[in-house]
């Protein structure tokens, strides 16, 4: 909040500077426009008067040369006697009058040349009069032009003195007006470049605000992209978690998987691989975008991969490793990455995806984390449905044997007994015992025992149908439960059961064993029971009679 005023504050600083500046600059310019035109015009009015005060010599000189050509003409005429000089001569004295009355209006401003001006006006006046008489006196007229030419030169020579003082005047003028304008101009230009100081000042500091607020701009849009491209990768991660935790087969993970990895990384193209039960081989899973076809080979060893053997996620392209994976069916691509399937601290396989253009693998950079993610949640759903499989199996099945065990049984019979009766079909069951396996199992050890156990399991698997489920009881008894079969199947099935059990020969040590037997009993639904105990009871009951009438041999309870 703090930084917000501060800034704020430094904003309002250029700009009250520049307002002061701008005013103080106006009221400067219109002083300073004020003085200069004082200035110039005292520097008109000097002017004027020089030209003034030489203007009033020319009238001096042009009356002296009136005044001359008045003498000029007198003497011709003397000379002549002629009528027309006597007239040219007092034409000439018109002239040097005319000449008078205009110096007496360009000295009107003289006060000093008042007597002069007046002179003038006598003697020329004295001129015109004597040259208009008869006999005129000729030493008269020249008298009054010599008064006349008296009095101009002394015009002339207080008009020089006016004009040498205004000259000084108006020099003293331009100098003062020079030294006070150079005066004027420092201040200006220091008021200029003061304000062209705090303008730059200001622009610049609007350039860096700009700038600032592109970057910024430029940056949240950055972010906004990046958060959407984030709630797009999650809501990804959510609908992949969602679908992986529907699958209950890994088939159905690998295609999810695959799904899942085309649309988190588009235009890529990649193959899912996993590693067998002997972890000998990589077999890939699945692909995309062609789930038939990919760069990876169908199958390959471990040490093919550099992913698997590093043990972590491996680009190879431009910037990164140079060192191609060895587990491709033709070329290998250009940039690519291999990151390992990790659960649990057990590497189940690997990913691979192959960026075919730059775009590509900058979007596939962008979302590293949800790859990531991804790939554990995959390795993770992987784990959990063997972990969940594994743990079916040692809940349905014996660890010995790998039949079915007796509470898979009573749930398996139960649901066979019911569907039998829905249908109002038959079902029979069988109970197996070996015969003599407690004396065997002392005899030989409990090692041996297990050996037969298992071996006579496998030729009762393999000696029934399909749809048959075949479990171990208890001990050396097992159970098989058929179901859509008649008395005389069952006596067949029975018996091709009690025959390949007596054909088994079994490797105990170093010797061959061959006196292995069962006894058989049997019941039939809906014959014998309603409900599995009714059954199982008539069974084992008819597995009594068996064992006491002489073991290997079939019963069937009647």
């Given at each position: 909040?703090?930084?917000?005023?501060?800034?704020?504050?430094?904003?309002?600083?250029p700009?009250?500077?520049?307002?002061?500046?701008?005013?103080?600059?106006?009221?400067?310019t219109?002083?300073?426009?004020?003085?200069?035109?004082?200035?110039?015009?005292?520097?008109?009015?000097?002017?004027?008067w020089?030209e003034?005060?030489?203007?009033?010599?020319l009238?001096?000189?042009?009356?002296?040369?009136?005044?001359?050509?008045?003498?000029?003409?007198?003497?011709?005429?003397?000379?002549?006697?002629?009528?027309?000089?006597?007239?040219?001569?007092?034409?000439?004295?018109?002239?040097?009058?005319?000449?008078?009355?205009?110096?007496?209006?360009?000295?009107?401003?003289?006060?000093?040349?008042?007597?002069?001006?007046?002179?003038?006006?006598?003697?020329?006046?004295?001129?015109?009069?004597?040259?208009?008489?008869?006999?005129?006196d000729?030493?008269?007229?020249?008298?009054?032009?010599?008064?006349?030419?008296?009095?101009?030169?002394?015009?002339?020579?207080?008009?020089?003195?006016?004009?040498?003082?205004?000259?000084?005047?108006?020099?003293?003028?331009?100098?003062?007006?020079?030294?006070?304008?150079?005066?004027?101009?420092?201040?200006?230009?220091?008021?200029?470049?003061?304000?062209?100081?705090?303008?730059?000042?200001?622009?610049?500091?609007?350039?860096?605000?700009?700038?600032?607020?592109?970057?910024?701009?430029?940056?949240?849009?950055?972010?906004?992209?990046?958060?959407?491209?984030?709630?797009?990768?999650a809501?990804?991660?959510?609908?992949?978690r969602?679908?992986?935790?529907?699958?209950?087969?890994?088939?159905?993970?690998?295609?999810?998987?695959?799904?899942?990895?085309?649309?988190?990384?588009?235009?890529?193209?990649?193959?899912?691989?996993?590693?067998?039960?002997?972890?000998?081989?990589?077999?890939r899973?699945?692909?995309?975008?062609?789930?038939?076809?990919?760069?990876?080979?169908?199958?390959?060893?471990?040490?093919?991969?550099?992913?698997?053997?590093?043990?972590?996620?491996?680009?190879?392209?431009?910037?990164?490793?140079?060192?191609?994976?060895?587990?491709?069916?033709?070329?290998?691509?250009g940039?690519?990455?291999?990151?390992?399937?990790?659960?649990?601290?057990?590497?189940?396989?690997?990913?691979?995806?192959?960026?075919?253009?730059?775009?590509?693998r900058?979007?596939?950079?962008?979302?590293?984390?949800?790859?990531?993610?991804?790939?554990?949640?995959?390795?993770?759903?992987?784990?959990?449905?063997?972990?969940?499989?594994?743990?079916?199996?040692?809940?349905?099945?014996?660890?010995?044997?790998?039949?079915?065990?007796?509470?898979?049984?009573?749930?398996?019979?139960d649901?066979?007994?019911?569907?039998?009766?829905?249908?109002?079909?038959?079902?029979?069951?069988?109970?197996?015992?070996?015969?003599?396996?407690?004396?065997?199992?002392?005899?030989?050890?409990?090692?041996?025992?297990?050996?037969?156990?298992?071996?006579?399991?496998?030729?009762?698997?393999?000696?029934v149908?399909?749809?048959?489920?075949?479990?171990?009881?208890?001990?050396?008894?097992?159970?098989?439960?058929?179901?859509?079969i008649?008395?005389?199947?069952?006596?067949?099935?029975?018996?091709?059961?009690?025959?390949?059990?007596?054909?088994?020969?079994?490797?105990?040590?170093?010797?061959?064993?061959?006196?292995?037997?069962?006894?058989?009993?049997g019941?039939?639904f809906?014959?014998?029971?309603?409900?599995?105990?009714?059954?199982?009871?008539?069974?084992?009951?008819?597995?009594?009679?068996?064992?006491?009438?002489?073991?290997?041999?079939?019963?069937?309870?009647?």
């Amino acid at each position: 909040m703090e930084q917000v005023k501060d800034r704020s504050t430094d904003s309002r600083v250029p700009i009250t500077l520049i307002v002061i500046a701008a005013v103080g600059s106006l009221l400067f310019t219109l002083g300073g426009g004020y003085f200069l035109f004082r200035n110039t015009r005292n520097l008109v009015d000097a002017r004027n008067w020089v030209e003034h005060t030489q203007d009033v010599l020319l009238g001096i000189q042009n009356a002296s040369r009136r005044a001359d050509q008045v003498q000029y003409s007198t003497r011709i005429f003397m000379l002549t006697r002629h009528d027309s000089d006597r007239q040219a001569s007092q034409r000439s004295a018109l002239l040097l009058q005319s000449a008078v009355v205009h110096l007496q209006s360009a000295v009107a401003d003289n006060p000093a040349e008042a007597e002069n001006i007046r002179q003038l006006e006598q003697c020329s006046n004295g001129v015109i009069v004597e040259l208009a008489k008869q006999d005129w006196d000729e030493t008269v007229a020249n008298n009054q032009l010599l008064t006349c030419q008296q009095v101009l030169a002394s015009m002339t020579e207080q008009e020089r003195k006016l004009l040498k003082e205004r000259t000084d005047a108006s020099q003293q003028q331009s100098q003062f007006s020079l030294f006070t304008e150079s005066g004027l101009a420092i201040p200006c230009l220091l008021v200029l470049i003061a304000l062209f100081s705090l303008l730059l000042r200001d622009a610049l500091m609007r350039n860096r605000i700009a700038k600032a607020s592109r970057r910024t701009n430029a940056k949240l849009a950055t972010n906004v992209k990046t958060l959407h491209e984030n709630a797009h990768v999650a809501k990804l991660l959510a609908l992949s978690r969602d679908e992986l935790q529907l699958c209950t087969e890994v088939q159905q993970v690998y295609r999810a998987a695959a799904d899942r990895f085309s649309q988190l990384l588009p235009e890529t193209s990649g193959a899912l691989c996993i590693i067998n039960s002997s972890r000998n081989l990589v077999e890939r899973v699945a692909s995309w975008p062609d789930p038939e076809q990919s760069v990876v080979s169908e199958i390959f060893a471990p040490e093919n991969c550099c992913g698997l053997r590093s043990g972590q996620l491996r680009w190879k392209g431009t910037g990164a490793s140079a060192i191609d994976c060895e587990h491709f069916s033709g070329e290998a691509p250009g940039a690519y990455f291999c990151v390992p399937l990790v659960a649990q601290g057990e590497t189940t396989g690997v990913l691979f995806v192959e960026c075919p253009t730059e775009e590509a693998r900058q979007n596939v950079e962008r979302r590293d984390e949800g790859v990531r993610q991804l790939v554990q949640l995959t390795a993770m759903t992987l784990a959990s449905i063997e972990l969940r499989k594994k743990l079916e199996r040692q809940s349905i099945r014996d660890g010995l044997t790998g039949l079915f065990n007796r509470h898979f049984m009573q749930i398996a019979f139960d649901r066979e007994l019911a569907r039998s009766t829905r249908r109002k079909s038959t079902l029979a069951v069988l109970m197996l015992d070996v015969d003599h396996f407690k004396q065997f199992n002392d005899q030989f050890g409990h090692a041996a025992g297990d050996t037969v156990l298992k071996e006579v399991a496998r030729v009762i698997g393999s000696s029934v149908r399909a749809e048959d489920l075949v479990c171990r009881y208890g001990g050396e008894e097992f159970t098989i439960i058929l179901p859509d079969i008649g008395l005389d199947a069952i006596k067949e099935r029975a018996e091709k059961v009690r025959q390949a059990i007596e054909d088994l020969r079994t490797q105990i040590g170093n010797h061959v064993r061959g006196d292995i037997t069962i006894s058989i009993g049997g019941a039939l639904f809906p014959r014998d029971g309603q409900t599995s105990e009714e059954l199982l009871k008539c069974a084992d009951a008819a597995l009594y009679r068996a064992k006491h009438e002489g073991r290997n041999r079939v019963v069937i309870e009647a």
